[in-house]
């Protein structure tokens, strides 16, 4: 996801802690915070502080939920699809990650243990507008942090609370607000394995412990400028623990969150090496009306791209429209974004670029998705 930095490698986990601190280089820190994250996906270097997520590691409710110290890198991931009373139509991404460090306990409040990162992003359809914004803290001062004992974590205004059964969601910058209820309507679905999710061919420890939950009934407001829409819809919901980032040979990943307009939900993803294939590992889960699911297998899908987008901010080149077919099911569908430029640059976070964005979903079935896409 991170550009290689040779220097990163020499400098070694303590040596960047001790440049973020610095006072000297603090016109440095925002754009440079991504470090953490290129530790996380190209070095295991420092993999034997935290646990690796296991096939015998099976979730637990509610524990799960709340923040896990224990491992590396974790983060609570929400898209939905939005309309107000008008029928205007909004698309949403809202994103915590925490990235562990070090466990060192320091005496000084200044010591850096972890990076609590956001991202947050709102497509406006109607108006063809694409607003995104990013922002990174060590909880040095309280203005970021995640519990243990319960569902709250927090980045400045960007905040996530809840029990299980209803969900807040409150997000806002100097351009957008949400405020959202989230109640989910099917049961959580473990991905992978019982919820153990392999994501590499090299080694069984490149995995998450992952688990969703597809359909949440969500209301509330979205403010954008002076503007300010009620809107109602659905959410999805994904969280995801690990220790271990992408495998060497690995480029990147196409993910789909599919909502059905049938109540069916489909989540599948492509991960892609670097040489052009598809890793073996590439999967999804087929959920039914009832909330009962399926683990589908890389053989038992097919994603293929019948068209691209070019991004006249980075150059990279994305698909932009997709056939996907489950012959299992009967299934053939074609999805399509809803706008093309929603591309996501992280330069004050994770330092990387990628899109993410909301989709038609045409074909056997109709609905909405979310697609994400990185590597690129």
């Not at 601190?21 to 820190?29: A, E, L, N, P, V």
């Not at 923040?67 to 991404?93: A, C, I, N, S």
């Amino acid at each position: 996801m991170c550009l290689p930095l040779p220097w990163w490698e020499r400098a070694g986990v303590r040596g960047f802690i001790a440049l973020y601190t610095d006072s000297k280089y603090s016109k440095y820190r925002m754009r440079k915070l991504f470090v953490i994250l290129f530790l996380f996906v190209h070095s295991f270097a420092f993999c034997g502080e935290y646990l690796d997520v296991t096939a015998d590691r099976a979730p637990g409710f509610p524990a799960d939920l709340y923040y896990k110290k224990d491992y590396r890198v974790q983060w609570w991931y929400f898209t939905g699809h939005l309309f107000d009373t008008g029928g205007r139509e909004f698309g949403y991404e809202l994103t915590f990650f925490i990235v562990n460090v070090q466990k060192r306990e320091f005496r000084s409040r200044f010591g850096v243990n972890r990076i609590y990162i956001t991202h947050f992003a709102i497509s406006d359809v109607q108006g063809n507008r694409f607003y995104f914004s990013d922002k990174a803290d060590a909880g040095v001062y309280g203005f970021a942090g995640a519990k243990d004992d319960c569902l709250r974590v927090w980045i400045d205004d960007n905040v996530l609370e809840g029990q299980g059964e209803l969900f807040y969601l409150k997000a806002s910058d100097r351009e957008k607000t949400i405020d959202l209820r989230l109640m989910p309507q099917k049961p959580v679905v473990l991905n992978g394995d019982n919820g153990y999710s392999r994501k590499s061919e090299e080694s069984p420890l490149i995995a998450s412990l992952y688990f969703s939950l597809t359909n949440l009934k969500t209301e509330g407001k979205v403010t954008i400028g002076e503007n300010v829409f009620r809107v109602k819809g659905k959410s999805w919901f994904d969280r995801e623990i690990s220790s271990r980032g992408l495998g060497q040979q690995q480029a990147g990943w196409d993910w789909f969150a599919i909502q059905l307009d049938d109540n069916r939900e489909i989540m599948l993803y492509v991960l892609r090496n670097r040489d052009g294939s598809v890793d073996r590992f590439s999967s999804g889960t087929f959920v039914r009306k009832d909330g009962t699911y399926r683990h589908l297998m890389k053989e038992d899908f097919s994603v293929n791209a019948s068209d691209y987008y070019r991004s006249k901010k980075t150059g990279a080149k994305y698909p932009s429209r997709w056939e996907i077919k489950i012959p299992s099911e009967d299934m053939v569908l074609r999805v399509t974004p809803l706008m093309e430029a929603q591309e996501i640059l992280a330069y004050s976070s994770t330092g990387n670029h990628y899109w993410e964005g909301t989709c038609i979903v045409e074909g056997s079935a109709k609905g909405r998705a979310y697609v994400e896409m990185t590597g690129y």
